[in-house]
Each structure stands twice: as C-alpha cells, then as structure tokens.
C-alpha cells in the first residue's frame, strides 16, 4: 500500500483564491511526523509545513495551514490568498519513528496559478 | 538562516564514468540522507548517514554506489559507473535529530545527466 497519497496530480486555482491539496498517508507508527514541500520550476526542495502526530492543533506558516484530520490519516495543506508564486510541484511527506525516519515522498501536486 | 549547500548544481557526464556528488550539510546536524529525484517522478530515499556509517539504505542503492563523511563539513555520493537511468536529481538533506517530529532541511539538488 501506498503510504503517501497525493490524489490531484494537477490543480488550477485563480489568484487571491484558497486551495487545498489533498493526501492521505498510511502508517501504524503512533509517532509520526507530516511534511508539505514545494518544488518549483527550478527544482529546489522548500519546506512549507510541519504537523507531528501528537499535535492537537492544526500547523499554521502564514498563508499555509495544515487540516490534519488523524482519525482519517489526512493531512491536506490549504493555501490561502494564492499568488502567483506560488505555482509549483507540492509534494506530501511522511516521516515515521520507526528505524532511522527517513522521509517517504507522495507523487505530489501540480499547482498552477492563473491571474 | 543555515542551509545545506551542493555543488555542483548541475552535472553531465558520460555513461560508465565515475561521478561525486558534494553537500556540505548544516553544521550541528547529525543525521544526513541522499534522495533522488528522476525528471518528473517522486522523490525517492537513497541512504541516511548517522555515526560515521549507513543506518539505511533502500534498494536503489545498491554496489555502485557509495557515501562518504570524508571530514568534519562534507558529505558525500559517489556513483562509481554511471548509467543513463542514474539521471536524476539529487537531493541532500540533514536533520539534527533522527526523531520522526522533527523535520530535515533540503540541498537545492544537483541536477546529475547521464549522455
């Protein structure tokens, strides 16, 4: 099974508008931690988000909240007042406390912003 | 705000001929990790690096490959013969912890092709 699931391989969003960019994830670690990258055309790895397993509140990073729902192992990441900058790959991550907790990557997101 | 740095960023070398991928991680990080990205794939775990030895490694990498912490600063891949399938981007990271609540900080990649 897939641990991380990134079901939108491509999402349009007019400027100033909110998106939500979903993934799901698998695990039976009770410690965990959920990461948001973006990508953009130049192809460095920027790191957006964090939310650990035992956080009872939603992530927040100025316009980048995480809508973490544990029962249903979702951790969609929602932008706000999107720019136009922001137009890039965003990738879902996982990573468990098991072993030495490297980083397993979903398929990630395309997000295109329109003026 | 420390970052990890690689160099090159870009490289093009011939098929079968030996390549070395450098990082210089952030400094007081202990944990350190190669990941691969092929043109429009997933990123993919290549190998953490803790205590001077391997803590894990995935399939992908396999006897043609190698890390080394040569001195106190770099951190390095080595890729003895490479293949055309070997062209990717390539991605270092270091964490201070290896605990799953923590999050690790991303090179900008070398973009590695392989004629």
């Known amino acids: 099974a897939q641990k991380i699931t990134q079901t939108q391989p491509g999402m349009f969003v007019q400027e100033k508008e909110a998106v939500t960019l979903d993934c799901t994830y698998d695990?039976?670690?009770?410690?965990?931690?959920l990461f948001w990258y973006k990508q953009p055309s130049s192809g460095e790895m920027i790191f957006l988000i964090y939310?650990?397993?035992?956080?009872?509140q939603n992530a927040t990073e100025g316009r980048y909240s995480l809508n973490f729902q544990k029962a249903r192992k979702s951790a969609n990441l929602v932008i706000s007042a999107s720019q136009l900058g922001d137009s890039a790959m965003y990738f879902c991550?996982?990573?468990?406390?098991?072993?030495?907790?490297?980083?397993?990557f979903g398929k990630g997101t395309m997000l295109l912003v329109s003026p | 705000e420390p970052e990890v740095t690689q160099t090159p960023s870009h490289q093009v070398t011939q098929m079968g001929q030996e390549v070395i991928l450098r990082c210089v991680p952030i400094?007081?990080?202990?944990?350190f990790y190669w990941y691969r990205q092929i043109l429009g794939q997933k990123v993919e775990f290549l190998v953490s690096f803790y205590n001077n030895e391997i803590s894990e490694k995935s399939e992908i990498f396999d006897d043609q490959f190698s890390v080394e912490r040569p001195d106190g600063s770099n951190f390095t891949l080595k890729i003895r013969s490479t293949k055309l399938e070997d062209s990717a981007m390539y991605f270092c990271a270091s964490g201070i912890t290896g605990r799953a609540n923590y999050g690790y900080t991303f090179g900008s990649g070398t973009r590695l092709t392989v004629v």
């Open positions: 939310q650990g397993s035992y956080d009872e």
């Open positions: 400094s007081n990080h202990l944990y």
């Open positions: 695990t039976s670690d009770q410690s965990y931690g």
């Open positions: 991550a996982m990573r468990e406390d098991s072993g030495y907790s490297t980083l397993t």
